[in-house]
């Protein structure tokens, strides 16, 4: 859970103190509809992940309430990959307050341009159970060699820089790599995009299977913008190695607008030693545990829904949206511990 501070002190807001009653039963409500979707965390057996955009996080003036749902949601996992943090980063540190001084994160700086759209990406980690490496980085692609004595010819970098880090949780090290490929509206499979996953695969086979590395073993998180689940974003990084434990499972969809849109994925790259089991995944519909469609009137004044041509639309479409997200948080669950298998190599060994 998260760690809150008592309503009426001076840790909570005017606007959290005005609504505590409402926002205290609305945690309630969340509390037990995470209960249902997520399994609950362990010390060391076993891995929570996920990944999230939270949409504008930084830039859109959320309701401070909603920084504590989504602090309680982010509070389920053990290490969560977010995308969409921007420059100010006041709201994403109120977040990590309240999840308590044993949670730490690791953010990349902003990309600048109009297509980083000064965004950041940020690792949030809970401190007890995972331990940092030492190891962070923006991921920028190597140099190509140029033809008949060319100088090197330097690539088009991704649009948003990946961020890399390196964890270490009981028996298991690994390097996880955030991404937030190119989005490329109005076009289900944009070149620009496919150019990115192949630019991305080729340098993550490369790293990890030819160069001296941190760890061998890789989990690829992010928004990766696809439209359809047979992308050829997914050939192309299968095709280099990255496999996605998820496919198959009939999930519903990350994106939370209109469209049906996958955009959201875990995938993987682990080394012959990491005798990783996964247990299983899934999607968080938000908008069933908290801003449900039976909560309109709690919002009527706070946002001045009256004043809208069409309050419920706008409160569907709009409101809760840019309040949580566009996007459900993607998670799976890993079994990590593996000492027989460790064991029995040395024996082996002789």
Known sequence: MAFYYDFSKHKASTQIRNN?????DNLIGLRAFLDGQVPPKTMFERLLIATWNVKWLGKYHRLDESLWYIAEILSRFDLIAVQEVRADLADFKEIVRLLGPWWKF????VTEGDQG???????????RKLEFGGLAGELVLPPVPGEDGEPDAHPRQLARTPLMAGFRCSWFDFIAASVHLYWGPGDRE??????????????????FDNRPTWSRNLILLGDFNVFDRDSQVYKVLKRHGVLFPHEGLGLPDTGAGQEDRFYDHIGYRFSGDADIQWQGAGVIELFDGI?????????????NLSDRPDPEKYYRVTLRRNEMSDHFPLWTELRIEFPDRYLENIANAG
């Open 20 to 24: 505590k009653a409402r926002v205290a």
């Open 106 to 109: 690791v953010t990349s700086d």
């Open 117 to 127: 759209n000064e965004e950041r990406l940020a690792f949030l980690y809970d401190s």
């Open 190 to 207: 944009n070149p620009t995009r496919v150019a990115e996953a192949e630019a991305l695969g080729a340098f993550l086979a490369d790293r």
């Open 291 to 303: 801003y449900r469609d039976d909560q309109i009137q709690d919002y009527q004044d706070v946002r």
